[in-house]
């Protein structure tokens, strides 16, 4: 067999490919696609907020300088006896295991009184014996910075400094002293990474660098967009290089173990980038700036924060801190600590190195190794080329349908390897070239929609009366095959013991039995201007309110079943004149919002109608059986039709379904009837009444008086007794809502 492709798809798929290699020329970096790394970092952000753990890490704390603290205990800076103050009982009461300070002490502390002193021992005063040895006790008590530096000597106290980055903002000022460097620039030589380097830097006083445990810069990289996604571990300043606050927290920690870079080599050797630093049992995935990638914990307060006047007034229970990583830093927006993050806007500073701390600890540092290239050229060739070839044959719907599909598949995998593997592969070439295709292979097919459209306004002459056609052609846009949600009633009428009348005759008198019957029915449905779903052997299920609109559908469609029984009365006598037997039918219906549109398979199609308002018309037209009724209708359909009287035959709750649903039978009566129906429609609603409440020895009274009802069926009443019967015995629990639960379907 030889195996062709229509010329249409063929160019359909020469159309995806062609924008698939497009695609590749960007994710290889040959071309740029506008705004592709903004939807990127959207994407990012996103995955971010979308796994975030949203819970308090147990081990790291922030002691916050906010708004009530400055309220509190002054406007900041503060005196630095203060904050030695805050170190000592960090240290002494609460027993942290780290203090990291988010915050620079760069300038002598201008309140102290040293100044003065100085100058009164070259007054008249300094001669006089006594106030040299007082000036000479109090000295060391008026030296704050001394009383800071001494404050955090011999204690695991990280302080933090800053780098400028900013080339082209402050020029190489320096202020300040610098830690010891943790490398040599020279270590790294041949090596392909791109550290962050700086002109100058703004640190801590000398005297309070020398008594510190390390210190660590507080630096962040912020994308072209703005938004703080990443911390570099190490920035470079001349020959030297310098790791960041929470990395040098983490080796105070562990009690600064060395750190050791890992390289990445090809089997040829031409890639030797770093990929990882490993500190003691830490291994910390970098990037070629040598930065981590932030794992956000979630939204601010995803660590346990304590304002620090509390800490200085004993507020906080002594155990809360103890053997704890703490972060001392600021919310308070007045003193400008706030990022841009993919969390918030305004996010603390300070809670960008907790994050960073609490990732590395937790090794759920995201990644993005170089071989994450060549994964994404491979599986976006392999999404292009799939795609465009499920795409070309199929319609919109179908298209809709692989184009979701295989969105969700290259999210789903994302995420996988996101949240299994912490890796970051690009999502957005993917999603932008799935919905690519999928807009070419619609817009490609659209040149073909005008034919098409001809061919299905004349195939509906199979569903819809010739006048319903006539307008589809006058108004197209009227028409859609498109899958849509509309409001409609839909019919279905089923022969009763279809298959054992069938037994009694021919073949040739059952197709004549079938056409005669089928088309009477048709001719009704197309008199009030139904249209023709399909034919089911005998059952016939027909709707309303589409392919037109049509505002009346439930009074149509009741209209419909009514005439329907009183043609099935005039074909029963015709049947049974020629020797076949009585023919008698049930039919139900329903109103509400159901899917319809050209549905099927790329074999075969039809305008049909779908949704649980479908099915429960379906359930009606079968419960006509088990009430010995000819129409019911479901609550909605009977609203649509407030000029008709209904008789209320049960309250049903399907199988699997939570809600009970009110059926109805419409009454059929001359006018001369008015007098005797209203009075039997009141003492059936009494019967209602009495039996919902569970008054069985009432209802069931009432249920014998209406023996000979013309409204109310013998049958109907027969299974109301059963029930009664059987709930005197095992009576329904007290919170019953009068509803009947069937087990079948």
């Known amino acids: 067999m030889r195996f062709t492709i229509d010329s249409r798809r063929y160019k359909s798929i020469l159309v995806s490919l062609s924008i698939t290699l497009f695609m590749l020329a960007h994710v290889g970096g040959w071309i740029t696609i506008p705004y592709m790394d903004r939807l990127e970092s959207l994407l990012y952000d996103s995955r971010i907020r979308l796994t975030a753990p949203n819970s308090e890490h147990p081990y790291i704390v922030i002691v916050d300088i906010d708004e ?27 027993e942290v295991a780290v203090l990291g300070v988010d915050l620079v002490f760069g300038e002598p502390d201008d309140s102290s009184a040293l100044e003065l002193l100085e100058r009164l021992k070259h007054s008249p005063l300094g001669s006089n014996a006594t106030f040299q040895q007082q000036a000479k006790l109090q000295a060391p008590l008026l030296d704050r910075d001394e009383q800071l530096a001494t404050a955090i000597a011999d204690r695991k106290v990280v302080l933090g400094y800053y780098f400028n980055t900013d080339h082209s903002v402050g020029g190489a000022f320096t202020n300040g002293a610098l830690p010891f460097p943790v490398f040599r620039a020279k270590t790294f030589q041949n090596r392909e990474v791109s550290f962050l380097k700086a002109d100058g830097y703004g640190a801590n006083l000398e005297e309070l660098q020398a008594s510190a445990w390390s210190a660590g810069h507080f630096n962040q990289l912020s994308d072209s967009d703005g938004v703080t996604r990443r911390i570099p571990l190490l920035i470079r300043y001349q020959d030297n290089l310098y790791e960041a606050l929470s990395l ?25 980038g770093l990929e990882l630093l490993n500190v003691a049992d830490y291994t910390i995935p970098v990037d070629k700036n040598a930065a981590i990638l932030l794992s956000f914990r979630g939204q601010q307060g995803s660590f346990h924060y304590v304002s620090a006047t509390d800490i200085l007034q004993a507020k906080v229970p002594l155990d809360s801190l103890k053997n704890k990583i703490v972060l001392l830093g600021t919310s308070a927006p007045g003193l400008l600590d706030l990022r841009n993050t993919p969390i918030d806007t305004a996010f603390p500073g300070v809670e960008l190195h907790a994050n960073a701390i609490a990732s590395i600890l937790d090794g759920s540092i995201k ?9 994404t050229l491979v599986s976006t060739a392999l999404i292009g080329c799939l795609m465009s070839i499920l795409l070309s044959p199929t319609g919109l719907i179908g298209s809709l349908a692989i184009t979701a599909f295989g969105i969700g598949i290259a999210v789903s995998l994302n995420l996988f390897f996101w949240t299994q593997e912490s890796l970051v592969l690009p999502l957005a070439p993917q999603i932008v070239l799935i919905a690519s295709l999928f807009i070419a292979s619609t817009a490609y097919g659209f040149l073909f929609e005008s034919r098409a459209r001809k061919k299905v306004v004349g195939l509906f002459g199979q569903y819809v009366p010739p006048g319903v056609v006539d307008q589809l052609q006058r108004h197209p846009k009227t028409l859609s095959m498109e899958g849509q949600s509309r409001n409609m009633t839909v019919l279905f009428s089923d022969i009763r013991n279809f298959t054992s009348l069938s037994e009694n005759l021919t073949a040739k008198e059952l197709a004549t039995l079938l056409n005669i019957y089928l088309s009477r029915m048709t001719e009704i449905i ?12 005998d059952a016939i299920m027909a709707f309303w309110g589409a392919p037109l609109d049509n505002p009346d559908h439930a009074q149509q469609a009741l209209k419909a079943a009514i005439d329907m029984q009183i043609a099935a009365e005039s074909l029963r006598h015709e049947f049974e004149t020629r020797g076949w037997p009585a023919l008698h039918m049930g039919i139900g219906l329903n109103s509400g919002d159901m899917s319809v549109g050209n549905m099927g398979s790329s074999y075969r199609r039809a305008y049909t109608v779908l949704g649980d308002n479908v099915n429960l018309g379906s359930r009606l037209e079968s419960l006509t059986k088990q009430y010995g009724v000819k129409v019911l209708v479901s609550e909605t359909t009977k609203a649509g039709n407030l000029d008709t009287r209904f008789l209320p035959v049960d309250k049903v709750r399907a199988k699997g379904k939570e809600v009970a649903v009110e059926i109805f039978e419409p009454i059929v009566a001359q006018d001369e009837d ?32 209406l023996k000979g009802s013309s409204i109310v069926n013998a049958q109907l009443i027969g299974v109301y007794r059963e029930r009664i019967d059987h709930f005197v015995d095992s009576p329904p629990p007290k919170d019953w809502d009068g509803a009947f639960t069937f087990q079948t379907k």
């Open 367 to 375: 990644h993005k190794p170089a071989y994450t290239l060549g994964a």
């Open 68 to 94: 009530r603290s400055l309220a509190a205990e002054g406007r900041w800076p503060w005196r630095r006896d203060k904050v030695a103050q805050l170190v000592d009982t960090l240290f002494d009461d609460y």
């Open 526 to 537: 197309y008199k009030y201007e139904g249209t023709v779903d399909k034919y089911i052997g």
């Open 674 to 705: 008015t007098q005797r129906i209203d009075s039997e429609l009141g003492r059936w609603d009494k019967f209602l009444n009495r039996y919902r409440n569970q008054q069985w020895s009432d209802a069931l009274m009432i249920l014998e008086s």
């Open 248 to 272: 040098a927290i983490i080796r105070a920690l562990l009690d600064d173990p060395p750190i050791h870079p890992v390289f990445a080599t090809t089997g040829d050797g031409s890639y030797s």
